[in-house]
Structure formats: C-alpha cells, structure tokens
C-alpha cells in the first residue's frame, strides 16, 4: 500500500481478500438442515429477500459510497476470475429459493456494468418459488445506461428497476456522482425504463444534509403525478470510507415535515411485510390519499432502524454471503460451490447460517448514540449494494 492511501481504506481490502470471512469447511456442520421453504433466524425472521451484487464496480464516485480519493484511477478491482460467474450465481440462488426466498434484486456496484447482464436474467427469471410464481426480479441502478438497455432487460425477463438519483438540478448531480455525469441522461434513461415496462419505477434519493438537501421538494414536484415512487434515504454509516457522521443526516422526520410545509401527506400501510420504507400518500383536498398523485416513501436506516423485521440476505460479487448491511464478516460460498458441493450442502449450509443470524446492528447503534460504530470495521456498500 503506497503512502498517498488512506488508513480507513484498510478495512475494506481486509474484507475483500477474505480476512473476516468464514471458511466453507466450517459452513458444514454434522447435521444437515433440509429445505423447507420456511427458514428462520435466532430473532424469529424468516429469510425472503436476497441481493447479489455482480460488480464491485461503478462509473459514478458518489461520495457517500465510492469516494474518488480511495477509488481513483489506481483502485484494484476484483478480477474477473475471482466474480461468480452466472452459472453459480444461479445455482447459490436456487438454493435460498428452497429456503423460502421471493424476491431478488441485482446490485452493485453498478450492475449494468456486468457483461451480459441480461443472460443472468434470463436464467434467474426461469426460477420459481415453492408455490410456482416467478420470483420478483428486480434491479437497483445509478441509471447511466439504463437508456440502452431498459429494453433487453425487459426482454430478458426483469420485472422493475430502482434507480438512484441524488438531484435534479445539474449542478448538484454532477457535483454528488463526482464524475460530471448530468443528469438529465439519468432521467433518460428513467423514461426508457417506463416505456419498456419496467415498473412500478422506484426513485432513490439518499439525503445528506448541507449537501443535497435543498433538492427534496424539487424531486417531490417532478416525481408527484409520474407513476414512480420517490424515496428519501437517511444518509447511512455503511462501510468504513465515507467519513459519516450524524450531524450529516436528515431524519426522515424532517424530511417529512420539509415536504408537508408544502403538500399535504397521509400516512399509508405497508404495502409488504418487512418493507423498508415507511409510506406516505399525497393527500387529495378531503384529506383522503389521492391515488393519481401517488406516494413517496422514507427509509429511515438510522432514526428508526427497522431491523426486527430485516429478511433480507446479501450475496457478494465473489461469493460472500453476509447478513446484513453493516455487516464485519462473511461466508464464503464461492468457495463451496468451487469445492464440488452438492446442491443438498449447499441448501444446509445456507439454512444453518441464516438460523444462526442474531445481527441487528442499526438498533444496538441507535441504543448506543448517534455517532456509534463510527470508524468502526465494516463491509463497503460498493461491494455488496445498498
């Protein structure tokens, strides 16, 4: 390591390379753990989301995620051999199928920078749960090549996308991604997405206070009306290499408040068990939700962690399966699948992890003060998506 790195860098190299992972050998225990479609964790969730990032690279340096000063020109990236390559991916997939998973989302890093994305599609869409429905496919992207490729996607058999956008004035955009991409090619490539199908289209936008947060009822007026879902993101401590502190996040209280102070908002259900986002209803002039203007929705990861109905697992582009987003160690699959398992150890070995995961590090942070855990070891977002 030269000497123009970082320190905080370390942990991430640590993780990647595999320091804080857990071996196959030891994902074998004696006893076998079939597959029963319903699996639980020590805290009595049951496993339903699984996200698979297929890139630990991206074309954009937003500095919550992947600032330039760590992930410059000289960055090492994974190689290509170390990557799952789709077949496996399919395979370590179709095992928490059995366990009961109904929903998969490719991340990144940005994914549409995966070769051939669209052949991994292809094969996941093929999949089906216990009951015979199509799992909901679904994909998060910065959107910079959403325009030229929404349709394939489609094609391919992608259900919807998400797409991250920080801002709507150029400025700011260019400003966040760090690379002077304008946005108005991300909105492009958002209304290609909505022409090709791929929808109902969910808008992420991650608030940082001082920094983009005068774009909140922007966003709101551009969004309202549109068919997508607008959601406010609290800036979050992932990782160990974007400097974060609460004095940088806007509670998605005030967010709330921000926007009430101009349009009016009813409270809404949860639309799934174990939705991340907390919804609210533009109001019409009864008060009543007015379903032609829509909703937006607010994750609220740091003021009020939502970590007791978590079902969501994540699989990392070289095969670590971790627990959780904040999460300082992984399993190791790749290494299982390469060593010859068989689709019955692999099923075992997935179950006996996810019944021994206690992880719920967003409310012990909570417990323990605002700036808790900062500084502190954990895996990058960039490597295992948001």
């Not at 502190?245 to 967010?255: C, G, K, L, N, Y």
């Not at 971790?322 to 999460?327: I, M, Q, R, S, V």
Request: net charge neutral; charged share 20%; aromatic share 6%.
């Amino acid at each position: 390591m030269t000497e123009r790195f970082s320190p905080k860098v370390i942990p991430l190299v640590d993780l990647r390379a595999g320091a804080y992972s857990i071996p196959a050998a030891a994902l074998m225990p004696a006893s076998r753990m079939a597959a029963s479609g319903l699996v639980s964790d020590a805290l009595g969730r049951n496993l339903r989301d699984l996200r698979i990032s297929v890139t630990d690279r991206c074309n954009f340096r937003c500095n919550y995620c992947m600032p330039k000063e760590i992930f410059d020109k000289d960055y090492a990236y994974l190689p290509h051999a170390a990557l799952l390559s789709f077949e496996e991916i399919v395979r370590i997939a179709r095992q928490f199928v059995a366990h009961g998973v109904q929903k998969i989302r490719l991340t990144g890093g940005e994914p549409l920078l995966r070769k051939n994305i669209e052949r991994l599609i292809e094969q996941l869409a093929a999949l089906r749960t216990l009951d015979g429905s199509p799992l909901d496919l679904t994909l998060t992207t910065n959107g910079a090549l959403l325009a030229r490729k929404a349709k394939a996607l489609k094609a391919a058999g992608l259900q919807r996308v998400t797409v991250s956008l920080d801002g709507l004035n150029d400025a700011v955009f260019r400003s966040m991604n760090d690379v002077d991409f304008p946005v108005a090619d991300v909105l492009d490539g958002i209304h290609a997405a909505q022409a090709a199908g791929l929808g109902p289209i969910k808008i992420n936008m991650v608030v940082k206070r001082g920094t983009n947060d005068q774009e909140i009822l922007p966003m709101v007026r551009h969004f309202k009306g549109s068919g997508m879902v607008l959601r406010f993101i609290e800036y979050m401590d992932v990782g160990a290499t974007n400097g974060w502190r609460m004095h940088d996040v806007m509670p998605s209280a005030e967010v709330i408040q921000h926007i009430g102070s101009e349009l009016s908002l009813v409270p809404l259900d949860p639309s799934i068990a174990g939705e991340t986002a907390e919804r609210w209803g533009f109001a019409n002039a009864s008060g009543e939700h007015d379903q032609a203007a829509g909703e937006i929705g607010v994750i609220s990861s740091v003021t009020q962690a939502f970590c007791s109905s978590c079902n969501r697992a994540r699989l990392s582009t070289e095969g670590q399966l971790y627990l959780c987003l904040f999460a300082n160690q992984g399993y190791d699959l790749r290494s299982l699948v390469r060593s010859g398992a068989t689709d019955e150890d692999m099923a075992s070995a997935i179950g006996h992890i996810w019944s021994g995961r206690s992880d719920r590090y967003s409310e012990l942070r909570g417990a323990m003060g605002a700036d808790a855990g900062t500084g502190s070891r954990r895996v990058e977002m960039s490597y295992i998506g948001g």
